[in-house]
């Protein structure tokens, strides 16, 4: 083959056309490309964010929970890795729903409460948004118009995902003052004929709500009365906050079929390592081909990291429970200080989350006339105080900003004293 290719080649001419040279070559995007939209950078992009140069920048807007270094991996993890990576062993494909062994280790690891999962219910993808993305285009048919029902304020990703592959969504709105949980009512009237499933996020980003077993139970009442599947994103399952406890739809035992998508980024630290899965929760038999979808769906990319599938067993099985339980302390404590400090600053009125990693803060625009909107506002707190949060527009909601409460203590208090000083400097009656 080789050979004939070689001789073959010999037969053209291989200087390339000067025409071809000389204009100026621009290769278009497809549709698919042009259409993949991302909130959070577009309305971020449109802001020209200046800071002030005699301030040092404090970022409260990057999801990403190791960009400071005060917050890494258990080192049992690390070392995992390591041992996987050393031992030679993971450097091909593995099956493209994941190594057995490794999946079993996920079914261990998230079976509690009465809930059981075998190794064949869980697929592994390369994160959680891979998980997402194959929950959504294995449940929604772009070619018959359907829609997903997902959470406003949400996070930017479902309608990324979604509209990606031409499936439209619908928005849900959720009730700020009764702890973000869903407007059912709402829910219900969003329903229509082309609705394919509800996604439902617990607990949340951006809200760091934490659901109760009543409010899940009665979303997935909504869902049996309209026979809809649900997604759920638990990529922030037992990050909560003390007093609260994590409810997972699946030990509801509601009946309805539910894919859960989670993975090891928030509570294991470690975004990067791109591990994530899909957990098939089906009590009725409804997800029969839905799971040969999903098998066929994992094929496009053959799968997620090896390295990181060969660790996984031991990743579990060693990182200490103290290294979970000394994280949600950090961010309880984190939530609590800012919260604290927040209630002192004019115009505001923060609202204190029970899990996640997030805090939601109500600007009173009313009492900020200098600014109209919160895309105003964070502009000029970045100006004037090098403070940024992102504004509530990135995730459907206006009037609103939202805290990282990953970010190091010290610089967290900094940045609430500066946005306590830019309130009170620019509130008026
Ligand atoms: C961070 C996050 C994800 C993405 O997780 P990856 O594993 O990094 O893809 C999914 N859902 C929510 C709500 C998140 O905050």
């Not at 390339?16 to 309305?43: F, G, H, M, Q, T």
């Not at 690390?78 to 062994?101: L, M």
């Not at 809200?207 to 997935?220: K, M």
């Not at 699946?250 to 957990?279: E, Y």
């Amino acid at each position: 083959m080789l050979d004939k290719l070689n001789s073959a080649s010999e037969d053209f001419d291989l200087t390339v056309s000067s025409a071809a040279k000389a204009d100026v070559w621009k290769v278009e995007p497809s549709a698919v490309a042009k259409n993949c939209r991302n909130l959070i950078r577009e309305v971020v992009d449109t802001l020209d964010l200046q800071p002030n140069p005699a301030k040092s920048v404090i970022a409260l807007s990057l999801g990403d929970p190791t960009i400071y270094g005060n917050l890494a991996p258990p080192p049992e993890a690390v070392k995992a890795v390591v041992a996987a990576t050393e031992g030679g062993g993971y450097n091909g494909y593995a099956p493209s729903v994941g190594y057995n062994r490794a999946r079993s280790a996920v079914a261990d690891y998230v079976s509690y409460d009465g809930v059981r999962y075998e190794a064949r219910d869980v697929i592994l993808c390369s994160g959680c948004s891979s998980a997402l993305e194959m929950c959504i285009t294995v449940l929604a048919d772009s070619g018959k118009g359907q829609n997903i029902l997902i959470p406003r304020p949400g996070f930017s990703i479902y309608r990324t995902l979604a509209e990606a592959v031409g499936v439209n969504v619908k928005y849900y709105d959720l009730i700020p003052e009764n702890n973000w949980e869903a407007d059912l009512q709402h829910l219900e009237d969003q329903v229509d004929a082309k609705t394919a499933a509800i996604v439902v996020v617990n607990p949340s980003n951006p809200c760091g709500s934490v659901y109760s077993g009543r409010h899940l139970a009665d979303i997935l009442d909504l869902a049996s009365k309209y026979r809809l599947p649900v997604i759920a994103d638990e990529i922030y399952e037992r990050l909560v906050f003390p007093g609260t406890g994590f409810v997972s739809v699946a030990s509801l035992h509601s009946g309805v079929p539910i894919l859960i998508c989670g993975g090891l980024a928030k509570r294991f630290l470690a975004p990067g390592w791109r591990l994530g899965w899909i957990l098939l929760h089906d009590e009725v038999g409804a997800f029969d081909a839905i799971r040969e979808g999903l098998t066929r769906l994992s094929q496009r990319t053959i799968g997620s990291n090896t390295l990181i599938q060969g660790a996984l067993a031991d990743i579990f099985k060693n990182t200490p429970q103290s290294f979970h339980e000394a994280l949600v302390a950090t961010l309880h404590r984190h939530a609590l200080v800012t919260y604290d400090r927040l209630c002192d600053a004019k115009g505001l009125t923060p609202y204190m989350p029970d899990g996640a990693m997030y805090m939601l803060v109500e600007v009173h625009l009313k009492r900020f006339p200098e600014f109209e909107t919160s895309l105003d506002f964070v502009k000029a707190m970045m100006e004037e105080e090098s403070v940024f949060c992102l504004p509530g527009d990135c995730f459907g909601i206006s009037g609103f900003v939202r805290i990282v409460l990953t970010v190091p203590e010290d610089l967290l208090m900094k940045a609430c004293d500066r946005i306590r000083d830019f309130c009170n400097n620019h509130y008026r009656f």
